[in-house]
């Protein structure tokens, strides 16, 4: 009988170490498979293990040990470690950016309905996926902006220019994403449109917005789009970065969405006119439902950038999270702490970053899962 530890990738069920403890030689067995399977493994490994064991030895004592976590000032902070106080103190704006103190529990409310809506949205096993795109998409939008702005049934109002950190980053994220992606779908199919006036416009959209950068996008939006409208008529800039974010992300979408329709055979196209089928019967139920499967990554990946790209409206005045730190450091009292400022949005944006990435690879195992059965 031959020896299945002597064989890198043979057949044999793969240990799990989720199914709780395991002997020593099951651990010793994975060791060997997966990580010194051959020389060449070992000496990557170990090189891995090196270098993430010197970005351990560095930042925990900064991080950690040396660290300070209360105080009124940088001065109350040691030198050698990081100073969280100026985190612990500034958390709240960090949050709500200038959102009155008194008026935060609208903010709340608002991330409360986000969470419900995402989990309504995202776990499988909830039924009414339908619903819950028309409530992310229709009804989130329309009460968080009446919530956040007020002005109305003794709500006093908040202008758009207080919002800021984490919410006004969370509401350039949702929105982008909610409406760029079914967006990116119109045109990507007014781009295969046999209507050559559509199908120009779309190519020349979408050529348009992925030919220039973000900011150019981002400028003409906010500060150019006021000048072809009537006098008097001055839109909210938030308003305007939004839809300018919007129609650029919908250009990449659209892109990554036509490869998920060209990639699938003409054959289905074939079998849907057999079937009697209309064009939008045929799109709905049939083939972008396998386009946008098969296109899955990349949506995920436009997704992150778009996530990151929000960002860059610190540019137009916009205090988003990361913006919202070099606020927080203008604060003579915490002068030179923007290190753990930045390190904490950094931290922020890669656990939303990689939280996309994981459930991205959840819903591709799942499709891998039902094609096999």
Known sequence: MNDVSAIPNSGSPRPSLATGALPASQIMLWLRRRIFASWRDAVLSLAVVIVLGGIVWTIVPWALVNATWSGTSRADCTQEGACWAF???KAPQFIYGFYPPLERWRPDIAFALLIAGLIWLMVPRIPGKAYAGFFMAVILPVITFFLLRGGFAGLPFVPSDQWGGLLLTMILAVSGITFSLPLGVLFA??????LPLIRWFCIGFIE???GVPFLTV????IVMLPFFLPLGMKPDPLALAVVGIIFYEAAYMAEVVRGGLQALPKGQYEAAMALGFGYWRTMLYIILPQAVRKVIP????TTISLLKNTTLVMVVGLFDLLNIVSAGVSDPLWAGSQAEGYFIVGLVFWLMSFGLSCYSRAIEAGFARAERT
């Open 208 to 210: 348009l917005c992925r």
């Open 189 to 194: 199919l007014g781009r295969r449109s046999r």
């Open 218 to 221: 981002l400028f003409m939006a």
């Open 87 to 89: 985190v612990v103190a």
């Open 298 to 301: 990349g949506v995920v990946n």
